[in-house]
């Protein structure tokens, strides 16, 4: 049983540029969160995906943007990078049940020069 | 809005003593409360959670959380740590489900190293 997939695992651009990582969840999961872990900080919640919709988001700037696809994988745009947009970039997936856990996959370190 | 302290940025313990790993939440109402580990260029690795019932919760690899409602706390233990142990801990709450909020709200970690 596959767990949580993302691609790509790193990603170097410069600043202004756009970005886009993919998430698979885990079988039989139906909701994605997305998470910004800066170097040294515990991860940040950017926003949820459920039944294709943007259920929960975090204090993130419109910059960040996603999307849930029917089969539930899920995609993070992020526009205009910043310097500060360095981090490692967390998909989890989940049951939609607020008692079931997030699963977490590797990430992908985006690194923004 | 609900958050988390995890007041030590690292523990040192020898193989083979016990190990607590401390944190503490503060969030209205009922919460659910999470550790994870996460080892070096990884992601977060699912440890143990609190929902309801017993205060002791039993997790993966040996370890095992008290959630102590009055100290608003969720520290996590093992009673005889590995080198093998040796990473990053992170504990997390998320706010109980009549919020409506289902993010997960992180400590800043505690690095756990284990001495041989």
């Known amino acids: 049983d596959a767990g949580v997939t993302q691609s790509p695992t790193h990603l170097i651009k410069t600043r202004g540029q756009q970005v886009t990582l993919r998430c698979s969840p885990k079988?039989?999961?139906?909701?994605v969160s997305w998470y910004q872990q800066a170097l040294g900080q515990g991860p940040q919640f950017i926003f949820q995906y459920y039944e294709e919709e943007e259920r929960q988001r975090g204090n993130f700037p419109d910059r960040f943007s996603g999307h849930q696809f029917p089969n539930y994988s899920s995609e993070l745009n992020v526009n205009a990078l910043l310097l500060g947009d360095s981090a490692l970039y967390l998909c989890?997936?989940?049951?939609?049940?607020?008692?079931?856990?997030?699963?977490f996959g590797p990430g992908t370190r985006l690194l923004v020069l | 809005a609900q958050s988390v302290a995890q007041p030590e940025d690292q523990v040192n313990v020898a193989e083979g003593n016990p190990l607590t790993v401390k944190c503490t939440y503060s969030?209205?109402?009922?919460?659910?409360l999470f550790w994870y580990v996460q080892y070096p260029n990884r992601g977060l690795q699912f440890l143990l959670k609190y929902i309801t019932g017993d205060n002791l919760v039993k997790g993966s690899y040996g370890f095992e959380a008290e959630f102590n409602k009055s100290q608003t706390s969720f520290h996590l233990k093992k009673p005889s740590a590995l080198v093998s142990d040796s990473a990053l801990y992170f504990c997390a709450v998320s706010a109980p489900a009549e919020t409506g909020r289902r993010a997960l709200t992180f400590g800043s970690g505690t690095r756990l190293q284990v001495q041989p």
């Open positions: 079988s039989g999961h139906d909701t």
């Open positions: 969030v209205s109402g009922n919460p659910y």
């Open positions: 989890a997936s989940s049951l939609e049940s607020y008692q079931e856990t997030q699963y």
